[in-house]
Structures are given as C-alpha cells and as structure tokens.
C-alpha cells in the first residue's frame, strides 16, 4: 500500500492531467447532449406517428441518425469520424478532437432517452396545453419539460456516465484522459496496482455522479407534488 501511494504521490502531476482532460471531454459532451440532444428528443416525440405535431418524415430522419449513431462500435465510429474531426477542429489527436465522437454519440443517447422520457407524460397535459391555445413552444417548455424534468435529469445522469465510460476508450486514439493515463503508465509499463487504482477512481466517480443525478432528480421531483 505505501508503494502504490508513493507511485501515486510520483505521478501526481499526470493524474490531475488526465483528470481535467476526462472532465474537458466529458463536459463538452455534456453539452452537445443538452444543446443537440434534447431538442432532437423532444422533436422525436413531437413529429412521431399520432403525436402533438406529427411530421413522418422528420421522425424517420431523426429516428435513422440516433439508431445510427448508437449502433455503431464507438471504436470504430472514433475512427470513421476522423475527416470530420480533423475538418472540424485542424486535428484528429488531442482532447479537443476527442470531443468530437463524443458530442455525436452524447447527442444520439440523449434524444432517445428525452423521447423516452417524454412519452411518459400523461396525454392529459398535452391535451390541456392545447386546450388553453398553447404555442408548440409553450408546449414543450411550460408542459412537457415541467412535467419530465426529474426523468430528464436522471436520464442525463446515464448519459454522463456513459460518457465516463466512452472517454476511457479515447487514449487509446490519443485522445488524452484517465483511460490513457491507465493504459500507458499502468498497464504498458506492467505496474497494475496503478491500472486497478485508476479502475477504482472511476467507480467512486461514477458513484459520486449517479447520487448528486439522482438526489437532483428526487428533489425536482417533490418540487412538483
């Protein structure tokens, strides 16, 4: 134990590195997820067959990118993207392009789980939204996103640990973070206690992030009743 607190105490430096590297990652996913993601759930359930505004085509588009884009292997959906990175930020290497693949896929989880989500609010809300002449905007805003928002929140907390997850894959594309940090300074150099240490910070991570997600969701939640 005093060993591995040494190695730890040595790299210092690097860990904190991949630690703003993965919350850099992680963050801008994030982001795409609310900004990208949430308005294309929430059209997903407004255009779909027999829904408040449907529009076929519109659904069968948007409901292609998300299959797509999930069902890919998120390795090789890294590696296919790489033109588009490098189109889109000068580069395919660095934490900055690794942001990239994961905005995508942080978008596509998000709007699935938003419809999903909504499709769980009572039709009666709907139906009393459109009752007193409210705008679609009004709608989704005041209606739907109040009545879903502890369910929002939760499923944002899935979508954030997911992103954990994906981000550990990006160093082994140069991408940077907590899993390259693992790969070459724990399992490359054969010092597993190192690899098993950074295995656990990500559970305590996840843990950490699951219970903040579900304390705000329960608290929403009892805002509402």
Not at 29 to 53: E, F, I
Not at 69 to 98: C, E, K, N, Q, Y
Not at 101 to 122: G, K
Request: net charge neutral; hydrophobic share 50%.
């Amino acid at each position: 134990m005093n060993d591995l607190l040494a190695r730890l105490s040595e790299y210092r430096g690097e860990i904190i590195t991949s630690i703003v590297e993965t919350g850099y990652m992680i963050g801008n996913s994030l982001l795409a997820a609310v900004l990208v993601g949430l308005p294309l759930g929430t059209m997903l359930y407004l255009a779909r067959p027999d829904g408040p505004y449907e529009r076929r085509w519109l659904h069968t588009a948007l409901n292609v990118y998300v299959n797509v884009v999930r069902s890919v292997p998120f390795l090789l959906f890294v590696v296919a993207l790489i033109p588009f990175t490098r189109w889109l930020v000068g580069t395919s290497f660095g934490t900055t392009a690794a942001s990239v693949p994961l905005a995508f896929v942080a978008a596509a989880l998000y709007a699935r789980f938003s419809e999903q989500t909504l499709l769980d609010v009572p039709e009666q809300t709907v139906e009393l939204a459109r009752s007193l002449g409210a705008s679609p905007l009004q709608l989704v805003t005041r209606f739907l996103y109040s009545e879903a928002r502890s369910g929002l929140v939760l499923s944002l907390t899935t979508v954030t640990i997911s992103m954990v997850s994906y981000s550990t894959i990006m160093g082994v594309v140069g991408g940077g973070g907590v899993g390259d940090f693992a790969i070459r300074y724990g399992y490359q150099t054969y010092e597993y206690d190192l690899m098993y240490a950074t295995i656990v910070l990500m559970i305590v991570a996840v843990m950490i992030i699951q219970g903040a997600g579900t304390l705000l969701s329960r608290a929403l939640d009892q805002r509402g009743r």
